[in-house]
């Protein structure tokens, strides 16, 4: 079973629109992860935000942790065609093993 | 500062036969973990290992083992393949340990398994 669950499934932008996605998950966490994965080959890490923190910023990404409702958001500014890929939040406890949800599919048109 | 590499890129087998997945970890890094991918699911975790040992393991039948060699190289075994083992196998390696080091994973860039 996965801990995580992104939303929207599927996003579809203009070039140079913000992309939101958020993510949801069951159980208290160390870590939050943010991964890019392109034409389903391996993974790229984003952003990590600790259970601690509240936002992070990375470049054109900002990420947001609300442990009190278990959940989290990405937000990708001024899109690029080049970030198009599937976007996958992975939460991690104690064990460090990391849990993913099913992902969002984002499509950035030209 | 070299990344993760798997090989084979593509597999094909025949369902019951037996497969060996390979996996160089990042210079640095002293665990390796191993996900299975179906296609347009997220990564499962199958298993950890830190000083060549299992350090965690998720719900995996025991067909699926692994071993750590001293350089942090990995291997992922595959017994009595099935249909439904068919999925894209992602290596990662990490610096997890002492415990608060880094929680990031560097991923490969998988080998893509099918079972006829």
């Known amino acids: 079973s996965q801990q995580g669950e992104e939303d929207p499934q599927a996003l579809s932008i203009q070039e140079g629109e913000n992309a939101t996605m958020n993510c949801s998950y069951k159980t208290s966490i160390n870590n939050l992860q943010w991964y890019r994965q392109n034409s389903g080959r391996g993974l790229v890490h984003l952003i990590l935000i600790r259970s601690n923190e509240r936002e992070k910023h990375s470049g054109r990404l900002r990420v947001t942790l609300d442990t009190s409702k278990k959940s989290s958001s990405l937000l990708i500014t001024a899109s690029r065609a080049a970030d198009t890929a599937s976007y996958f939040c992975a939460t991690d406890a104690a064990d460090y093993k990391l849990s993913f949800g099913a992902g969002t599919t984002v499509t950035v048109r030209a | 500062e070299t990344g993760v590499t798997q090989s084979p890129t593509h597999l094909i087998k025949t369902r019951g036969q037996q497969v060996t997945l390979r996996c160089s970890s990042q210079s640095g890094h002293n665990t390796v973990s191993w996900y299975q991918q179906a296609l347009g699911q997220g990564p499962q975790f199958i298993f950890q290992?830190?000083?060549?040992?299992?350090?965690g393991r998720g719900n995996f039948p025991p067909r699926f083992s692994g071993l750590q060699f001293p350089n942090y190289s990995s291997e992922l075994n595959v017994n009595a393949l099935e249909l439904d083992d068919s999925a894209l196998y992602l290596c990662?390696?990490?610096?997890?340990?002492?415990?608060?080091?880094?929680?990031?994973?560097?991923f490969g860039s998988g080998t893509r398994l099918t079972v006829v």
């Open positions: 990662a390696s990490s610096r997890l340990f002492p415990p608060g080091t880094d929680a990031r994973h560097t």
């Open positions: 290992y830190y000083r060549e040992e299992e350090n």
